[in-house]
């Protein structure tokens, strides 16, 4: 056995609305990034478990001290419950990547958020401290790039829910100077569609968790080709409401900042070069997959002489993939130890 086959090697796109993992096995799994407890003595006895995480726990929510434990990219400060959601959502990840392999080490790359990157690192290589034997901490945009071969002039367009994270790849690790992180994401969109709704259909009931789902399964900017309804309780009886314009709108407000942080860093990208970037801008997250948001983006890009906007093939997972190809690859000196 080769130094690397006695190592299980895993990466981990750590999300603040979904996490995923991808293993040297083949394995791969995703979970919500949401982690509950139970509220009381009768809650416990209904679930039959100390703690439920993922869309379990999303499922039994009005039973649990619910928590989301990640926000704008970040850890959530203050709060030791979130410190051991993101602790549970870790273990539990690792946990589905190691059955029936309990023998072999294991090496974590795991992508974050920018933001999270210059703030909560430390706190994750804590968090991480007896799941793993070796760790290395990378930014999202980054792993994605690096699983799909887009290491030199290219630029990762990340969309997750806490934060959009923008990166441009020059053949090397980026620097702070080569990426940006937007609080416009997915959960900006669901504030606003919500807010929107409830100003047009006031007596429509909904959660956000309603509106979160309306968006993902028919988000889109740029010419409505349908209406979009939806069915919401209306004094306690299901009706069909039309969301449309409302929709629209709230897709449609990240194009601005992600054009203008799109055009900021190009400017910054040394000129002779700028124009294999503009043919080479790549969406990844669950936010991507807003409909007609790739060919907004490419509207901007066509005031700089014009350039290509296309979507990652697996946008669930192509941070995970991307942590493992790092894993894989990645030299005896590019790993942190990480003490029990």
Known sequence: MSAKEKFLSVGIDLGTSQSAIATSTGARHVVDSYVGWPVDMVAR?????????????LENRSLLDLHRPLEQGLIKEGSEKDIAAVKEILGHLIGLAGEGDKER???????????????????LRQIMRGMVDSLIIVSEPFAVAYGIDALLHSMIIDVGAGTTDFCVMKGRYPTEEDQRTLTKAGDSVDDLLAKLIGERHPEAQFSIHMVRGWKEQHGFVGPATE????????????????????????CE????????????????????????????????????????????????????????????????????????????????????????
């Open 105 to 123: 080490k294991i090496r974590a790359v795991v992508g974050v958020p920018a933001e999270t990157m210059r703030v909560n690192k430390q706190q």
């Open 45 to 57: 006895k209904v679930v039959k478990k100390p703690v439920l995480i993922g869309s379990e726990a």
């Open 227 to 250: 209406k979009v309804q939806v069915k919401a309780p209306v004094h306690g009886k299901m009706q069909s409401i039309d969301i449309t314009e409302q929709l629209k709108a709230a």
């Open 253 to 340: 407000s990240l194009v601005a900042p992600f054009s203008e942080t799109m055009i900021d860093l190009l400017a910054a990208v040394e000129p002779e070069y700028q124009e294999t970037v503009r043919q080479n801008v790549i969406l990844s997250g669950r936010g991507s997959k807003i409909r007609g948001l790739a060919s907004e983006l490419e509207k901007a890009l066509a005031e700089l002489g014009g350039g290509h906007v296309r979507m990652v093939e697996d946008p669930v997972f192509a941070g995970a993939g991307g942590g493992l190809s790092i894993a894989l690859d990645a030299d005896e000196e590019d790993w942190e130890k990480v003490a029990a």
